[in-house]
């Protein structure tokens, strides 16, 4: 069992950066690849970045490559996000996921623990 506890999220004005944080409980977090998604009021769950469990992987949806950077410290487990050159439309509750993987995973599908989410809106 691995329970995620997201941080780090606000109202920041477009341009802004924001650094999200996802501590994980237990052991194993070294055992896990860690995903950010993120979800806008009336779309759909979209996948953000990817990191496989040794850190060495990573993956980024088109629209952040360049501006997000996440990463992880498996001796505090957690991961990161780091949100640079924010705009309105990256406006969503993100949540960070843990999926029992060697692999970079970009689906939601292979995920097997979800934290709350962690509110972030960007005004323009």
């Known amino acids: 069992q691995v329970q995620l506890v997201e941080s780090g999220g606000g109202l920041v004005q477009a341009g802004s950066s924001l650094r999200l944080s996802c501590a994980a409980s237990?052991?194993?977090?070294?055992?896990?690849?860690m995903g950010w998604f993120r979800q806008a009021p009336g779309k759909e769950r979209e996948f953000v970045a990817a990191i496989s469990r040794g850190g060495g992987s990573r993956n980024y949806a088109e629209s952040v490559k360049g501006r997000f950077t996440i990463s992880r410290d498996n001796a505090k487990n957690t991961v990161y996000l780091q949100m640079n050159d924010l705009k309105p439309e990256d406006t969503a509750v993100y949540s960070c996921?843990?999926?029992?993987?060697?692999?970079?995973?970009?689906?939601?599908?292979?995920?097997?623990?979800w934290g709350q989410g962690t509110q972030v809106t960007v005004s323009s």
């Open positions: 237990g052991r194993t977090f070294r055992d896990y690849s």
């Open positions: 996921a843990a999926a029992r993987t060697a692999y970079v995973v970009t689906s939601y599908a292979p995920y097997d623990y």
